[in-house]
C-alpha cells in the first residue's frame, strides 16, 4: 500500500486529515518537544481506533511536514502547517 493510499484510508475512516491530528495530539499534551513516536502512536491508536501501521502514516506525513519534533517555542501551532 503505498503512503497516499494510507492517507486516503485514514480520511475515509477518521474523517480527519494529519493537520487535524496534529492540532488534536498538540490540545491534549501529547505531541511535545520531546514526544517519540511510539508514544504518539499509542494515543493514536486509542484515541483514533487506528490500527498501529495507519498510525504510523500519520507520524510519517507529520515528519514529512515539519512538524515534528515540535519546536519548544511552537506553543501549539506550526507556522506554515498545512492540511
Same mark, same amino acid.
Given at each position: 500500500?503505498?503512503?497516499?493510499?494510507?492517507?486516503?484510508?485514514?480520511?475515509?475512516?477518521?474523517?480527519?486529515?494529519?493537520?487535524?491530528?496534529?492540532?488534536?495530539?498538540?490540545?491534549?499534551?501529547?505531541?511535545?518537544?520531546?514526544?517519540? &513516536?511510539?508514544?504518539?502512536?499509542? =494515543?493514536?491508536?486509542?484515541? @483514533?481506533?487506528? $490500527?498501529?501501521?495507519? !498510525?504510523? #502514516?500519520?507520524?510519517? &506525513?507529520?515528519?514529512?511536514?515539519? =512538524?515534528?519534533?515540535?519546536? @519548544?517555542?511552537? $506553543?501549539?501551532?506550526? !507556522?506554515? #502547517?498545512?492540511?
Amino acid at each position: 500500500m503505498t503512503f497516499d493510499a494510507y492517507m486516503n484510508n485514514i480520511r475515509a475512516r477518521t474523517g480527519k486529515a494529519p493537520q487535524d491530528f496534529f492540532d488534536e495530539a498538540v490540545r491534549a499534551g501529547v505531541l511535545r518537544p520531546d514526544t517519540r &513516536a511510539m508514544e504518539f502512536v499509542a =494515543w493514536l491508536k486509542g484515541h @483514533a481506533g487506528l $490500527g498501529h501501521g495507519h !498510525a504510523m #502514516a500519520v507520524w510519517e &506525513a507529520f515528519k514529512r511536514n515539519g =512538524w515534528v519534533p515540535l519546536a @519548544a517555542d511552537a $506553543g501549539g501551532t506550526r !507556522a506554515g #502547517a498545512r492540511r
